[in-house]
Nanobody, 121 residues
Framework: QVQLVESGGGLVQAGESLTLSCAVSGNINSINAMGWYRQAPGKQRELVAAITSGNSMNYAASVKGRFTISRDNVKNTLSLQMNSLKPEDTAVYYC???????????????WGQGTLVTVSS
């Protein structure tokens, strides 16, 4: 069983910063892409940022230049540094990892439970 546990969410004012963290544990052979998604009230879940095992990064246009994704392939952790936060960044943020279980080929997707980020104006 694979677990993803997010931390670091909270309430901040517009213009402030937060760092989200995600720890991956369990029966894993390897992790491919990892990413942060978010879901605001009444909206669909959307990709915020993604990073491959080779550290290629991809960002949503709305966060490019403000958010930075990073990963530690030894510790199996994922981070999201969020600067210059805006009220429209308010959402539940989810960690995602595409992983290969032992003795298997191909990838499975695992999700965390989410952490709430609230940005007040």
């Amino acid at each position: 069983q694979v677990q993803l546990v997010e931390s670091g969410g909270g309430l901040v004012q517009a213009g402030e910063s937060l760092t989200l963290s995600c720890a991956v544990s369990g029966n894993i052979n390897s992790i491919n892409a990892m990413g942060w998604y978010r879901q605001a009230p009444g909206k669909q879940r959307e990709l915020v940022a993604a990073i491959t095992s080779g550290n290629s990064m991809n960002y949503a246009a709305s966060v490019k230049g403000r958010f930075t994704i990073s990963r530690d392939n030894v510790k199996n952790t994922l981070s999201l540094q969020m600067n210059s936060l805006k009220p429209e960044d308010t959402a539940v943020y989810y960690c995602n990892a595409d992983y290969t279980p032992p003795l298997r080929t191909g990838y499975l997707a695992a999700w965390g439970q989410g952490t709430l980020v609230t940005v007040s104006s």
